[in-house]
């Protein structure tokens, strides 16, 4: 898979097909109504909710120094449009060998919630292959005014080509996705009032044996 | 509208913390080196921190990873109060990294945080030592709700003034009393609110900057070291002493 266009630019909702470069991103704002973005919060605070969860060799453990949110289940009917909009994204993004997409997941962060700094392809053999073979990471920000939040930034760690990390602060709006490489340092800083909720999503390979089978995005 | 510092102040972290000076000894350190100022982390806040409670406003730059172990955190501005008697709060104005100084949104924030813990501690006045001389500062602080009291002390042979304002008339005078610390962060205020609050942070900062360079005559405002609760008595207890003398009778000529 190959991803081409120089990333930061921000973007109306997908038309064309712009496409993230494997250190940079491309954000796509408006790509879920605010009316979906609301419905959505709405499935959540209704949805299970278990506590977010890091994947270490293989395990998942829970590390709220590292990660402090909660993941929703929602319903298929419920995550139908998050999961669209990524297809969508994903298709403009990608053209490459077939992939696949794992998610969309729901999270919830509280006052004081976080994500540190972290990839989210894995190197390590005991991890699973959609997690080691993840090409392009896709968040969707659910929410922005109403209900608002203050903090929470996504902050994207971009190299410079000389060894050093230039930190990018992703604006996004309610129903903006963002699409970046897999590979890329990112973290979710801590919201300092209100609920922050997103969803994410990955492109992964789809595996040797499966791929005559599989059906890609 | 974005300004120079509303990128790096969003990835800030905001915290209080009780004791400035061992819970981030080598970050007020490492921030205060280029200031010329390290020798203040021995001179003022340990004895300040050890002295009596105190409550300071932090904000700290995270390194991406990992997140702990030394240089792990980087501090970018502080300001602290000395609890005094349980009901006011004497503060020592925000002191900025090197390359902050006119982040007066982050000055704004820190002091929005500090006196936000002060109001949870039902601590509801604050106050500055301000020098019995000064005019700038002492119009400036009128100006945003504060009153001289009867509070003295003197120091380096200067006399200093306890100005004093409830916390929620400063935020109130500042127009800040509402914002959410994100549009502080960012400065994303009317252009008057701006104005109010670079004026205030900024009169601060000059009026307690001679301080800093070791000119105490010459400062406005003195850091909140001294606790006037623990300040000697005024005199001792006395009597009623000796009643009064009959009046005496009036003389008249003859």
């Not at chain 1, 266009?5 to 991103?25: C, E, I, Q």
């Not at chain 2, 104005?93 to 006119?102: F, R, T, V």
């Not at chain 2, 500042?174 to 104005?195: F, P, Q, T, W, Y």
């Amino acid at each position: 898979m190959t991803l081409l266009l120089p990333g930061a630019p921000s973007r109306a909702p997908p038309r064309a097909a712009p496409r993230a470069p494997a250190d940079g991103y491309v954000i796509w704002h408006a790509v879920l109504s605010r009316d979906l973005c609301a419905r959505t919060i709405a499935a959540i605070e209704l949805a299970e909710a278990q506590p977010g969860r890091v994947l270490r060799h293989g395990a998942q453990q829970h590390d709220a120094a590292m990660r402090a949110c909660t993941e929703h289940a929602l319903t298929p009917g419920d995550a139908l449009p998050v999961a669209q909009a990524f297809r969508c994204v994903a298709r403009l993004v990608h053209n490459g060998a077939p992939a696949l997409l794992d998610g969309p997941r729901f999270c919830r962060y509280r006052q004081g919630g976080h994500f540190r700094a972290h990839r989210d392809r894995s190197h390590d053999n005991a991890d699973s292959h959609a997690v080691r073979t993840r090409r392009v990471s896709l968040v969707c920000l659910l929410n922005d005014g109403t209900p608002a939040f203050d903090g929470g930034a996504l902050v994207l760690y971009l190299p410079d080509g000389g060894g050093r990390f230039r930190p990018v602060n992703a604006p996004l709006s309610a129903g903006s996705v963002i699409a970046f490489s897999a590979e890329l340092l990112h973290e979710v800083r801590p919201v300092r009032q209100g609920l922050r909720y997103s969803a994410v999503a990955w492109l992964y390979d789809v595996p040797q044996e499966e791929s005559n089978d599989a059906e890609p995005v | 509208m974005l300004n120079l510092y509303s990128d790096a102040n969003e990835r800030l972290d905001l915290k209080v913390c009780r004791n400035l000076a061992s819970e981030f000894r080598p970050e007020l350190f490492a921030m205060l080196r280029p200031l010329h100022l390290a020798h203040l982390v021995e001179e003022l806040w340990a004895p300040l921190c050890a002295a009596g409670p105190t409550v300071s406003a932090v904000a700290l730059e995270e390194r991406p990873w990992p997140p702990t172990g030394v240089g792990a955190r980087r501090l970018r501005g502080f300001c602290t109060a000395l609890l005094v008697d349980g009901r006011q709060a004497i503060l020592t104005p925000h002191l900025l990294a090197a390359d902050q100084q006119s982040n007066v949104g982050l000055a704004a924030a820190l002091t929005t945080v500090l006196f936000g813990q002060l109001a949870q501690q039902e601590v509801r006045e604050v106050g500055l030592w301000v020098n019995g001389s000064s005019s700038f500062v002492a119009s400036l602080l009128r100006r945003h709700g504060f009153a001289p009291g009867e509070m003295r002390v003197v120091s380096d042979g200067c006399e200093f003034v306890l100005f004093v304002a409830p916390a929620e008339t400063v935020l109130k005078e500042l127009r800040i009393a509402e914002a959410r610390l994100g549009d502080l962060l960012a400065l994303s205020l009317d252009a008057a609110a701006i104005a109010t609050v670079a004026g205030y942070h900024l009169g601060l900062q000059a009026g307690i900057a001679a301080y800093w360079a070791g000119q105490v005559a010459q400062t406005e405002i003195y850091p909140g070291l001294i606790d006037w609760a623990a300040l000697p008595p005024s005199g001792i207890g006395g009597t009623p002493g000796p009643g009064l003398p009959d009046i005496e009778q009036p003389i008249f000529g003859s």
